[in-house]
């Protein structure tokens, strides 16, 4: 197959492409590289800053138009694939829909399903959006609540999301707001993460745990990372001769990797049922996340033997037990380790996520196509 990976989130597509070149599919991916963390791509889609570097990313994809063309499959990241307005999109997409064969929409992030979802229905127990009944009221929940209901975002997700293949989700969460739309189109497929053949886990602990937590600056309380970074301050306090803190403040992906290599256990999004990319990568290197592991988590994947996931409630409280728990029994963190590793195994080898998606690209291209007006 002939594929197109439009956009960027945490190297999904990067990750992905690699996966699919190996089982000998021609893959492109086109992106921003995910804005600072600067991920790997084929063609470059980064906007500059200030309204003229989006005049000049126009004139570049118009310009890349013909390189946009005649492919198998396109799957976009999400209904914002490339930084413009929303109106400028639609057009855009539109092209993509008459010059491909088939048109596949990532749910991987935010967009108005999911934020529409956990603030009306409120499937899940606790999001970005809600804690049980209560909507969540921080900055950047109300922001993303303003950017996507009733806006032109909103409209290009309806579209998309109405007019395309297939949709494809892969996180428990993002499943549970597409599914009951759209639960024809809708498929789940975990991320996919290269393994490290030469991850070895040591069978005792050093004397200390070393704890690591990488932070965006601009979105630390929206994830609830502001509240777990004071958790293991108060940790790396109360034992100080038994736990050592590294923290990352938005740095590039390469410089994160390099920054987590060393820890024992990793704190990610404090209001995640599930790991997402980063946590995972980590996993396959035999560090724990300390973070999203509830039991639907487990079951979308059918997993009923490995529990790796230090699993935390949305509070302070919790994560704080959770660690000291940790820092108090150091020989659960071996098979918490050797588990982890074993669970991307399972679960995330991009290989084995890659033919997931080869699967589901054919089932696609094998049904007959609902010509729709665009």
């Known amino acids: 197959m002939k594929i197109l990976l439009l956009g960027e989130y945490s190297n999904v597509h990067w990750t992905l492409a690699e996966g699919l070149r190996t089982l000998g599919h021609e893959v492109t991916v086109a992106s921003n590289g995910d804005f600072w963390k600067n991920y790997p791509r084929d063609i470059d889609l980064a906007r500059k800053p200030t309204k003229i570097g989006g005049i000049r990313l126009l004139l570049r994809l118009i310009r890349l138009l013909p390189k946009f063309k005649n492919y198998d499959i396109v799957q976009l990241i999400n209904p914002m694939f490339v930084e413009l307005k929303a109106e400028r999109i639609r057009p855009f997409y539109n092209f993509l829909r008459r010059n491909n064969r088939r048109i596949v929409l990532g749910a991987f992030g935010m967009d108005y399903y999911w934020v529409s979802t956990c603030i009306n229905e409120k499937p899940l127990r606790y999001s970005d959006f809600n804690i049980g009944d209560e909507l969540r009221t921080d900055k950047n929940a109300l922001a993303e609540r303003a950017d996507w209901l009733g806006t032109a975002k909103e409209r290009l997700n309806r579209h998309i999301a109405d007019d395309c293949d297939g949709i494809v989700t892969g996180l428990y969460e993002y499943d549970v707001c597409y599914r009951p739309h759209f639960p024809e189109k809708t498929e789940f497929v975990p991320y996919p993460i290269v393994l490290n053949t030469q991850t070895e886990v040591a069978e005792e602990k050093g004397q200390k745990i070393r704890l690591f937590i990488g932070i965006n600056r601009e979105r630390s309380e929206y994830k609830g990372t502001d509240i777990m970074l004071r958790a293991a301050r108060e940790i790396a306090r109360k034992y100080p001769e038994k736990v050592e803190l590294k923290i990352a403040e938005s740095v590039p992906f390469a410089e994160y990797q390099h920054l987590m290599d060393e820890s024992d256990a990793i704190l990610d999004q404090l209001y995640a049922y599930?790991?997402?990319?980063?946590?995972?990568?980590?996993?396959?290197?035999?560090?724990?996340?300390?973070?999203?592991?509830?039991?639907?988590?487990?079951?979308?994947?059918?997993?009923?033997?490995?529990?790796?996931?230090?699993?935390?409630?949305?509070?302070?409280?919790?994560?704080?037990?959770?660690?000291?728990?940790?820092?108090?029994?150091?020989?659960?963190?071996?098979?918490?380790?050797?588990?982890?590793?074993?669970?991307?195994?399972?679960?995330h080898d991009h290989l084995k996520v890659a033919r997931q998606y080869e699967k589901f690209y054919e089932k696609l291209l094998n049904t007959t196509k609902n010509h729709q007006k665009i």
């Open 274 to 347: 599930t790991p997402a990319m980063n946590a995972l990568l980590a996993m396959s290197k035999g560090i724990i996340c300390v973070g999203g592991g509830e039991p639907e988590n487990y079951e979308i994947i059918g997993e009923t033997e490995l529990r790796p996931i230090v699993n935390v409630g949305p509070t302070y409280e919790s994560v704080f037990h959770e660690l000291e728990q940790l820092v108090l029994h150091p020989e659960r963190i071996p098979e918490l380790q050797r588990q982890s590793v074993e669970y991307i195994r399972r679960h």
